[in-house]
Nanobody, 123 residues
Framework: QVQLVESGGGLVQPGDSLRLSCAAS????????ITWFRQAPGKQREGVSC????????YYVDSVKGRFTISRDNAKNTVYLQMNSLKPEDTAVYYC????????????????WGQGTQVTVSS
């Protein structure tokens, strides 16, 4: 059974850190580009960060550059999103998705999705 499972979300204060995990089963993550998307209430789903399959290139939306880091552990078949210096505007449900080998911000190109994990940044 093909499945992506996110974990690591929670309620934190501004300036805190969280590490999200995206664990795959039923397929091998390293053959896919993996993108973390997020969706806040009333807003469109936004691609936050991606790691490509072909060469491991990483991409970040401008609003998280320098604060978030995406990485992949092939042995654990898991992708991580390290989020530092969190801000209230980072509050959203975060989803990981597996898609074509090259990164794309188009969510329609992604084949597999996790169920999402809530991240809330509030004082």
């Amino acid at each position: 059974q093909v499945q992506l499972v996110e974990s690591g979300g929670g309620l934190v204060q501004p300036g805190d850190s969280l590490r999200l995990s995206c664990a795959a089963s039923g397929f091998t993550l390293r053959y896919y580009a993996i993108t973390w998307f997020r969706q806040a209430p009333g807003k469109q789903r936004e691609g936050v960060s991606c790691i490509s399959s072909s060469d491991g290139s990483t991409y970040y939306v401008d609003s998280v550059k320098g604060r978030f880091t995406i990485s992949r552990d092939n042995a654990k078949n898991t992708v991580y999103l390290q989020m530092n210096s969190l801000k209230p505007e980072d509050t959203a449900v975060y989803y990981c998705a597996a898609g074509p080998r090259q990164c794309t911000p188009n969510p329609n190109r992604y084949n597999y999705w996790g169920q999402g994990t809530q991240v809330t940044v509030s004082s």
